[in-house]
């Protein structure tokens, strides 16, 4: 008889570019999820902080807050004035026009910075896909790419890991035999 790994498991990079960064070597023992290695990230490092940046800037929605804020004031004073018969009909409908207008810049703003929040996710995502992981307990038994190589779409496994416990067994026995195992 002989004895296999449970599981023999071909570790590919999701993306392509170059391997910056090998964590482990052959034989080390790894745990589900555990970054074997990594790829160039310069790019999406730079492009997270952009993200960030942008994900943090408020400066739009509070200015279309005090728009709107100044607006529902001027709309208030008209209207104040209307009654009093200070104001034209007229002058209390653009006011009210004025900050229907100013509501609807304060809604796009925060619909904007959804968008840059969304987009910052984005960033985190594609950082976090550069990075090379243990799809299961194991050990490695082989890195087919150095640091400084290319991973490409028709050559993306740069590890392999296998899970020995449990292991298989096979074993050769006469029929006879196996007929009374079952």
């Known amino acids: 008889g002989f004895t296999e790994p449970y599981q023999h498991v071909q570790v590919a990079a999701l993306e392509t570019g170059i391997v910056n960064q090998l964590d482990v070597k052959e034989g080390n023992r790894v745990a ?11 790019l999406w490092q730079a492009s997270l902080a952009i993200a960030e ?9 509070l200015s279309a807050q005090a728009e ?25 409908q653009r006011a009210q026009m004025e900050q229907d207008v100013a509501e609807a810049r304060l809604l796009t703003a925060r619909e904007a910075q959804e968008v840059k929040e969304l987009e910052h996710r984005r960033a ?5 896909r550069r990075r090379i992981l243990s799809p ?15 991973v490409s779409p028709t050559d993306p496994v740069v590890f392999t890991v296998v899970q020995l416990d449990p292991l298989l067994a096979t074993f050769s026995i006469p029929v006879s035999a196996a007929l009374s195992l079952t």
């Open 68 to 92: 709107c804020e100044l607006k529902q004031d001027r709309l208030k004073k008209f209207q104040i004035l209307r009654e009093n018969d200070h104001a034209s009909e007229e002058e209390v």
């Open 136 to 150: 299961i307990d194991g050990v490695v038994v082989e890195i087919h790419k150095d640091q400084g190589e290319f």
């Open 124 to 128: 985190e995502v594609q950082l976090a």
């Open 53 to 61: 940046k942008a994900k943090e800037a408020q400066g739009a929605i």
């Open 32 to 42: 589900i999820g555990q970054v074997l290695g990594t790829l160039d990230d310069d």
